[in-house]
């Protein structure tokens, strides 16, 4: 059975970092897009970072290029998101995601794997 364990969530200041992880236990066939969306109290899932397995090119939101950085240690079946300069607005629950489709940050549907979520606050 596919689980997808995300960790490094917690709460920090505006203008801090954190690194969320994300290990991928049991077997995904076809794994072709890994990454990161997130869902804000009262808002949609929205994508933030993504990036193919193979080949390694990401997607960013707009909303969080040049702050965060998507990567991956497939060795070690885990997808990381480094999150800078974090700002009061990135505040929400992250989620990780698998799909076999091709990375698509703006189809939260299309990604059949998902974790239980990591929360992520980030005060003023």
């Known amino acids: 059975q596919v689980r997808l364990v995300e960790s490094g969530g917690g709460s920090v200041q505006a203008g801090g970092s954190l690194r969320l992880s994300c290990v991928a236990f049991?077997?995904?066939?076809?794994?072709?897009?890994v990454g990161w969306f997130r869902q804000a109290p009262g808002k949609e899932r929205d994508g933030v970072a993504l990036?193919?397995?193979?080949?390694?090119?990401?997607y960013y939101a707009d909303s969080v290029k040049g702050r965060f950085t998507i990567s991956q240690d497939n060795a070690k079946a885990t997808v990381y998101l480094q999150m800078n300069s974090l700002k009061p607005e990135d505040t929400a629950m992250y989620y990780c995601?698998?799909?076999?489709?091709?990375?698509?940050?703006?189809?939260?549907?299309?990604?059949?794997?998902w974790g239980q979520g990591t929360q992520v606050t980030v005060s003023s």
């Open positions: 049991g077997v995904i066939d076809s794994t072709n897009c």
């Open positions: 995601v698998a799909s076999s489709s091709l990375c698509n940050l703006g189809t939260a549907t299309d990604f059949g794997f």
């Open positions: 990036m193919y397995t193979f080949g390694g090119d990401t």
